[in-house]
């Protein structure tokens, strides 16, 4: 079964809004979640790491202003698209370090969520 | 970060082994190399993990040679379901480094 998850599966919003995606480790404490971002039939593209009790690090090219992370807990973390514009639709896929001392890979494997289909009308 | 190379597509037919290459010539020493399908509309899904030689686990072996240049997904007797895009990731979440990037992927299709 699913080790992380995500929530909503999919959002419709209007231009201008904030939306927020939630991003849980199921099984295990994720001391390191990341946030990537895919459009149709490209690759999937890193947009940001986050640290529980730390701020995000973001990729080059951006903006932290705009996609707002939050890693409270060690098993939560949030996307928060601010001022969402039909350009941010996407798929969006958050994923959580594995925790060897729960069986979940050695430290160097991360389990992705089921994503969530953003579409900004 | 090591750079990926793999191929843009593959095909193949039910009950065929497949096997994808991918290029690290890059790879770094404590780098590990982390294969994960994906399918539509999903997020992408861990299939195997190594570091050298050979792993194999119930649904794939990986093989890698010596020089861990390169590294071999075969998928045995693949069926329809398998259709999905294949990812080589090459680095390591320890040590000050901490994330994987994703190449382009392979796109296998699998024909009845």
């Known amino acids: 079964g699913a080790v992380v998850s995500q929530h909503p599966s999919w959002v419709i919003c209007k231009s201008g809004t904030s939306v927020k995606i939630e991003c849980r480790s199921l099984?295990?404490?994720?001391?390191?979640m990341f946030w990537y971002r895919q459009f149709p039939k490209q690759s999937l593209m890193l947009m940001a790491t986050?640290?529980?009790?730390?701020?995000?690090?973001?990729e080059q090219g951006v903006e932290k202003d705009k996609f707002l992370i939050n890693h409270a807990s060690l098993t939560l973390s949030t996307l928060t698209v601010t001022s969402a514009h039909p350009e941010d639709s996407s798929f969006y896929i958050c994923?959580?370090?594995?925790?060897?001392?729960?069986?979940?890979?050695?430290?160097?494997?991360?389990?992705f969520g089921e994503g969530s289909w953003l579409t900004v009308v | 970060l090591a750079k990926t190379t793999q191929p843009i597509s593959m095909d193949s037919y039910e009950g065929q082994e497949v096997n994808i290459t991918c290029s690290h010539n890059n790879i770094a020493t404590n780098d590990y190399i982390t294969w994960y399908q994906q399918f539509p509309s999903q997020g992408p899904r861990f299939i195997i993990q190594?570091?050298?030689t050979k792993v194999t686990n119930e649904v794939a072996s990986l093989f890698i040679p010596a020089d861990r240049k390169s590294s071999t997904l075969s998928l045995p007797r693949v069926s329809l379901s398998d259709t999905a895009v294949y990812y080589c990731?090459?680095?390591?979440?320890?040590?000050?480094?901490?994330?994987?990037?994703f190449g382009a992927g392979t796109r296998l299709a699998v024909h009845p």
């Open positions: 099984d295990f404490q994720a001391t390191t």
């Open positions: 986050s640290n529980e009790g730390s701020k995000a690090t973001y």
């Open positions: 190594g570091y050298k």
């Open positions: 990731l090459v680095g390591r979440l320890s040590g000050g480094y901490n994330k994987l990037i």
């Open positions: 994923s959580a370090r594995g925790a060897p001392d729960r069986g979940y890979g050695d430290g160097n494997t991360i389990y």
